[in-house]
């Protein structure tokens, strides 16, 4: 099962994102703003992938963005947002992939696991003579 760390400011999306996440076989940790310890979370939960709302003016959301890839440069943060060119803002404002709100459940589930690195395939065992 995949971790998932997931930040929104409104309420109500977050309640539908952790539902949705946990239909979709994620272990969900929720955050409603970005006062909470985000590094704590990730040095605690160790997440595939952060998800977090981005808004026009998200200050915040991009100091954390940054905190986190200084610290994790491999673990993948999606922005979600209702901004319309956050698709030609994403990669600049240094997130790894976005998804536009509102989103169909099938498209949030294919944009979280295009992040998510695959596990190395398994490895034959070596067997030795006792």
Known sequence: ?????VQDTDQ????MLIIALE???????PLIDFDDDFMGMIDKYRPHVVMMDYTWHGERCL??????KAKYPHLPVIASSCNN???QEY??????GY???PFDLDLLYRILREHIPKPAPNRARL????
């Open 91 to 96: 990669s600049r404002l240094g997130f790894d």
């Open 85 to 87: 060119n956050i698709h």
């Open 23 to 29: 239909l979709g076989n994620f272990k969900v940790y």
């Open 63 to 68: 100091e954390v963005c940054r905190s986190i």
């Open 127 to 130: 067997i030795f003579p006792r």
């Open 1 to 5: 099962m995949e971790t998932i760390i």
């Open 12 to 15: 109500n999306v977050l309640e």
């Open 99 to 101: 998804i536009k709100k």
